[in-house]
């Protein structure tokens, strides 16, 4: 709630790409804030079905590494 500092950097790094001529940039931010040690994700959820069925043709992250918060992700 506090520390915004996640926040301002995705919607910085999305302006960006748009900047770029990126279209359809959407930005994940369901998540911003939840403990990776819960279950309900509903962001990532989202992500991972538009990945699935082929509708997303890039994903711009400042720390990939961080996307998926468990082994099972």
């Keep these: ?3 915004l ?3 301002r ?3 910085g790094l999305a302006e960006r790409a748009r900047q770029l001529s990126w279209g359809g940039v ?3 931010d369901d998540d ?3 403990s990776g040690a819960g279950t309900a994700r509903p962001g990532f959820e989202k992500l991972l ?3 699935c069925e082929g509708r997303v043709g890039a994903i711009v992250s ?11 992700d």
């Design 1 to 3: 709630m506090n520390n």
């Design 5 to 7: 500092e996640s926040q």
């Design 9 to 11: 950097r995705q919607y």
């Design 26 to 28: 959407q930005i994940v």
């Design 32 to 34: 911003l804030g939840r």
């Design 49 to 51: 079905a538009a990945i």
């Design 62 to 72: 400042l720390e990939a590494s961080r996307l998926a918060r468990n082994g099972r």
